[in-house]
């Protein structure tokens, strides 16, 4: 079963705008990642934030983190036709012997019309 | 750098029938882990192997089955295919740092498409 659920699960927008896609999710992490896909490829790492991190940004993305309301939320900006993909959240719960184990959720389908 | 790779890209098999999908991790990888991702769901995790040994298991039966050879590279076996089986296999490759702590961020293939018919 999936921990995460990404909220909405498609989002159609107009280039230029920007996209905002939540994730909740039900343990307790130490991380959570957002990954894209494209087309039913495989998966791209996008950012990563720790537990103990409130938000972080790389280029044009933003993540936030609240671990109160076990929620995280991707915000990409000035979107692009190519950022047409769909995007998952992923949380790390636990490490047991080094072994990590990766839990996804469901994935927002993002369309950027032009 | 190569980056993660897997094969084949698709295949077809029947119920009933047994498959091996193949992976070699990211070049300076160490641990691969195997997924199933559905058509229009979240990947699934299925096991992670690292020095040739399963790690973790997700929920998955033991019809499942995998393997790491001394290259670190892996392969996933199916027994007895079920129409259910249909999906996106991905591999994902990950590094033990030094210290023994391991990096967070997982390198995904492309994936190998299996349709059981």
């Known amino acids: 079963s999936q921990q995460g659920e990404e909220d909405p699960q498609a989002l159609s927008i107009q280039e230029g705008e920007n996209a905002t896609m939540n994730c909740s999710y039900k343990?307790?992490?130490?991380?959570l990642q957002w990954y894209r896909q494209n087309s039913g490829r495989g998966l791209v790492h996008l950012i990563l934030?720790?537990?103990?991190?409130r938000e972080k940004h790389s280029g044009r993305l933003r993540v936030t983190l609240d671990t109160s309301k076990k929620s995280s939320s991707l915000l990409i900006t000035a979107s692009r036709a190519a950022d047409t993909a769909s995007y998952f959240c992923?949380?790390?719960?636990?490490?047991?012997?080094?072994?990590?184990?990766?839990?996804f959720g469901q994935g927002t389908r993002l369309t950027i019309n032009p | 750098d190569a980056g993660v790779t897997q094969s084949p890209t698709h295949l077809i098999k029947t119920r009933g029938q047994q498959v091996t999908l193949r992976c070699s991790p990211k070049?300076?990888?160490?641990?691969v882990s195997w997924y199933q991702q559905a058509l229009g769901q979240g990947p699934q995790f299925i096991f992670q192997?690292?020095?040739?040994?399963?790690?973790q298991r997700g929920n998955f039966p033991d019809r499942f089955s995998g393997h790491q050879f001394p290259n670190y590279s892996s392969e996933l076996n199916v027994n007895a295919l079920l129409l259910g089986d249909s999906a996106l296999y991905l591999c994902?490759?990950?590094?033990?740092?030094?210290?023994?702590?391991?990096?967070?961020?997982?390198?995904f293939g492309p994936g190998t498409r299996l349709t059981v018919t």
């Open positions: 070049s300076g990888h160490d641990t």
């Open positions: 192997y690292y020095e040739e040994e399963e790690r």
């Open positions: 343990t307790s992490i130490n991380n």
């Open positions: 992923a949380t790390d719960a636990y490490r047991i012997q080094g072994a990590q184990k990766l839990v």
């Open positions: 934030i720790r537990s103990n991190e």
């Open positions: 994902a490759s990950s590094l033990v740092l030094s210290g023994g702590t391991r990096a967070y961020e997982q390198y």
